[in-house]
């Protein structure tokens, strides 16, 4: 499960359920997807198949390479594709809007690495805007993310829980007994009868 919290909506839960068929759906308010994952050769594939309230809603299908990342999702009206070319410093997304049709539409986003800060990359659109700074840092229990835009930032915190050391310190406290319990027994009965 998968919980994202957001300022504005309410949390949204999604449940992935692998290799299994449609009668698991039972969820009536959250998104659950039924994931078949399978590779061919070098290629690693996640087809997914997007249910919401108990309803079919679309399909998403992932493909993973060494050096290239794609998501297709297919609606009833319309499809997106989203490529990740990976170079060696630099990744260019690419991201189709009504993928096959003719009302299509593309648009890049490449991310190069500072070549001076090896914790700081940058996004830049087709006519080189600069569009986000991302900075990694490591933080005691795993690193955090920044992008920052010039209006908006956003820390992403990844923690990993091996590094997580907790201690609990139990103190027994005494039982005060009252003195006339002495007089009764367990049952709350007198226990010395004439």
Not at 20 to 31: A, C, M, S
Not at 72 to 98: G, R, V
Not at 105 to 115: G, H, N, R
Not at 149 to 163: A, H, L, M, S, T
């Amino acid at each position: 499960m998968v919980d994202f919290v957001n300022n504005v909506m309410p949390p949204a839960y999604w449940f992935f359920y692998r290799d299994t068929n449609e009668t698991v759906i039972n969820q009536k308010d959250f998104y659950e997807y039924i994931d078949s994952t399978y590779k061919k050769q070098d290629t690693l594939f996640h087809h997914l198949k997007a249910y919401y309230r108990t309803e079919y809603a679309y399909t998403w299908i992932i493909k993973i390479t060494t050096d290239y990342y794609s998501e297709k999702k297919i609606y009833e009206d319309e499809t997106k594709l989203l490529e990740s070319i990976f170079k060696q410093d630099t990744i260019i997304d690419i991201n189709h809007s009504n993928y096959n049709t003719d009302s299509s539409s593309v648009e890049k986003t490449f991310y190069i690495a500072d070549i001076n800060d090896d914790n700081k990359c940058y996004g830049y659109d087709e006519q080189q805007n600069l569009l986000y700074t991302f900075t990694y840092s490591t933080t005691e229990n795993g690193f955090s993310l920044k992008q920052d835009d010039g209006e908006n930032y956003i820390e992403i915190f990844v923690i990993n829980e091996d590094k997580i050391t907790t201690t609990l310190r139990k103190t027994i406290k005494r039982t005060k007994i009252a003195p006339q319990a002495r007089y009764f027994d367990l049952l709350g009965r007198f226990k010395f009868t004439k």
